[in-house]
């Protein structure tokens, strides 16, 4: 049973066309966080979330955003994304965001940008 | 700079053959570290860690690795290899507060042919 849900599993977009991901969880975590992954490099953290408190990392670009309506559910927003945009999202949850947890990934979501 | 290295990129085995892929880390204080594996088609997930206690550790389906603190090193091992070990697999690192992220390596991609 899928815990954290990435949608869309591709997703396609204009040069400069805002483009909205989703994750969401079954595991009630406090904590959602955001990666970005190009091929053959790491798994990069753009931001998280604890509960509703918003955590962006310093060299995120201000391109980048994020929601989290609620526990459930945590959006990332690329305003105006370029073709450096063009990556692996990954969504990840940990239930307290403590340095030994646990990260529960999401299956993510592939995203390219024409 | 807190970083991780793993060394190989791309490692091809046969299976029954012997596995170790390495793993350096660098960051200041007490660590934690981890090996997430991720398998074709799937989300990432964890293979095992390291918290405290005794620095060999056993984790899913036969895999091992052994945290030696001089050497700043936590190799993942296997003495038996199966087809069903090609995945992707990432070495990462993390400090034991709240506000410490984790920190993952390139990953190393490995390819058993059967």
């Known amino acids: 049973d899928a815990m954290v849900i990435q949608n869309p599993r591709y997703q396609v977009t204009q040069f400069g066309k805002p483009v909205t991901l989703s994750c969401s969880q079954t595991?009630?975590?406090?904590?959602m966080y955001w990666y970005q992954q190009k091929s053959s490099q790491a798994p990069k953290l753009l931001f998280h979330?604890?509960?509703?408190?918003?955590?962006n990392e310093a060299d995120t670009p201000d391109n980048f955003q994020s929601r989290r309506p609620n526990t459930s559910f945590c959006f990332l927003d690329i305003r105006s994304p370029g073709l450096g945009d063009a990556a692996m999202y990954l969504c990840?949850?940990?239930?307290?965001?403590?340095?030994?947890?646990?990260?529960?990934f999401g299956s993510g979501t592939q995203l390219s940008v024409l | 700079a807190q970083s991780v290295s793993q060394h190989n990129h791309h490692v091809i085995l046969s299976e029954a053959a012997s596995l170790e892929l390495g793993c350096n880390y660098s960051y200041g204080g007490t660590v934690n570290l981890f090996w997430y594996v991720q398998y074709p088609g799937q989300h990432l997930q964890l293979l095992l860690k390291y918290f405290s206690g005794d620095p060999l550790v056993k984790g899913i389906k036969g895999f091992e690795a052994e945290f030696i603190k001089s050497k700043f090193s936590f190799n993942l091992r296997k003495p038996s290899v199966q087809w069903s070990d090609t995945a992707e697999y990432f070495c990462?690192?993390?400090?034991?507060?709240?506000?410490?992220?984790?920190?993952f390596g390139k990953g190393t991609r490995l390819h058993i042919l059967p």
């Open positions: 990462a690192v993390a400090g034991r507060n709240r506000d410490d992220k984790i920190i």
């Open positions: 595991l009630n975590h406090n904590v």
């Open positions: 979330y604890y509960d509703k408190d918003f955590n």
């Open positions: 990840a949850t940990s239930l307290h965001g403590q340095g030994y947890e646990k990260l529960f």
